[in-house]
């Protein structure tokens, strides 16, 4: 079945440590997304790419890096993992925007537990 | 700019009882709004998706919702629930990036469904 494959499912990371999440699709989309949740809270979008072009959100820390080498994967890099950035990391992934909206869809991976001690 | 809101953080149903789960948009045009719903450590499933139309919208798992313009909502109903209902449900709106040529969601807070025997 074509899916969203996050790895790993749990990550735990030392305070300052780098740390790098890991998403891949086979659905073969040109949107990649990442996605920050904290407890209890709704997900809150990090940044996303369309295709090789980088879109972060302006709020998004400078802690918080991604690259994409190609179609299918997606990394999401935090340089220097803070207590606050203990979360699930969801990446997502959609079709681009076409002229109907009807067909946009984002499609969940299950996610990445990061602990930080 | 568009946005959802989530009235109730938390729910509890019995089983086999019937279940509505409120969601409230702000934006002025018809808006697409969508439901998903998110299980215990898990990433985000969509339930079911509103952009025009007939007004009431069916969904897997035996859910549906109804778009009522004259309350601003976008309620989620299930006749039924059954204990794997328990999880959590998001009311989410897309909003299109026009310098981006794509679209991004922005969630509502979430509601906690609890099922008891």
């Known amino acids: 079945d074509a899916m969203v494959i996050q790895n790993p499912r749990y990550q735990v990371t030392q305070f300052g440590k780098p740390v790098t999440l890991s998403c891949s699709q086979t659905l073969n989309h040109n949107v990649m997304y990442w996605y920050q949740q904290k407890s209890s809270q709704a997900p809150k979008l990090l940044f996303h790419y369309y295709d090789k072009d980088f879109n972060n959100e302006a709020d998004t820390p400078d802690n918080f890096q991604s690259r994409r080498p190609n179609t299918s994967f997606c990394f999401l890099d935090i340089r220097s993992p803070g207590l606050g950035d203990a979360a699930m990391y969801l990446c997502?992934?959609?079709?681009?925007?076409?002229?109907?909206?009807?067909?946009?869809?984002?499609?969940f991976g299950p996610g990445t537990r990061l602990t930080v001690t | 700019a568009q946005s959802v809101t989530q009235p109730d953080i938390h729910i509890t149903v019995s089983e086999g009882a019937s279940l509505e789960l409120r969601c409230n948009y702000s934006y002025g045009a018809t808006p697409y709004l969508f439901w998903y719903v998110q299980s215990p450590g898990q990433g985000l499933q969509l339930l079911l998706k509103?952009?025009?139309?007939?007004?009431l919208v069916q969904g897997i798992k035996g859910f549906e919702a109804e778009f009522k313009r004259s309350q601003s909502s976008f309620n989620l109903r299930k006749p039924s629930v059954h204990w794997s209902d328990a999880a959590e449900y998001f009311c989410a709106v897309p909003y299109y990036i026009s310098n981006f040529g794509n679209e991004k969601l922005t969630f509502g807070t979430g509601t906690r469904l609890t099922i008891i025997p």
């Open positions: 509103y952009f025009s139309g007939d007004t």
């Open positions: 997502a992934t959609s079709r681009e925007r076409l002229g109907d909206r009807r067909t946009y869809e984002q499609y």
